[in-house]
């Protein structure tokens, strides 16, 4: 469930929710694979068309992003023959594993037997929101409270720039 559902069903406490930062998607290959250029729409669109397959996260907000995508774009009907949903792991797995060419992540830093083909290009790119809240009823709240201001500390701030988030807008 999204954080937002969360609070909704009392199992956070809303006012403690913090936006941490932002990542954005990216098309993933298996590790090795020759390098492909997307970085503008058009090269893009072309490297989606082209692929034998991409998986994705079927039961992930990240899937829904990359289908959106895909919409946008005005490709989801034709790449459907392609399309590897994946649920209940990580759709990098089945792309280290050799069960699909690419896949759509929100990729950040090193993740083993995969490689980054790049982000997608700016014009269609969507941000993920990575955010914490305490919950509802946990049971040791100062601690709570501390490991959620640590990760809105300068020092947390900066260890996501380095593993390749973006910061949330200043609010």
């Known amino acids: 469930l999204m954080l937002a559902d969360l609070a909704k ?9 913090v936006p941490l930062a932002m990542i954005g998607m990216a098309l993933v290959a298996r590790a090795g694979a020759a390098n492909v250029d997307i970085g503008t729409l058009e090269a893009f669109k072309r490297v989606l068309l082209a692929a034998d397959s991409i998986a994705y996260t079927a039961d992930g907000h990240s899937g829904e992003v990359f289908l959106q995508t895909l919409e946008r774009l005005g490709i989801r009907e034709a790449m459907t023959p392609g399309l590897v949903p994946v649920t209940g792991r990580l759709s990098t797995l089945t792309v280290a594993e050799g069960g699909a060419q690419y896949t759509a ?3 950040a830093g090193d993740v083993p037997g995969v490689q980054s083909v790049g982000a997608f290009p700016e014009e269609i790119q969507t941000y993920i929101g990575i955010s914490a809240a305490i ?3 946990v049971a040791a709240p100062e601690a709570a409270r501390a490991w959620l201001a640590y990760l809105q500390s300068d020092a947390a701030r900066a ?4 593993k390749g988030y973006r910061l949330p807008p200043a609010r």
């Open 159 to 162: 260890l996501f720039v380095a």
């Open 135 to 137: 919950g509802a009823n």
């Open 9 to 17: 069903a009392g199992r956070v406490q809303t006012e403690s929710m």
């Open 105 to 107: 992540f929100p990729l």
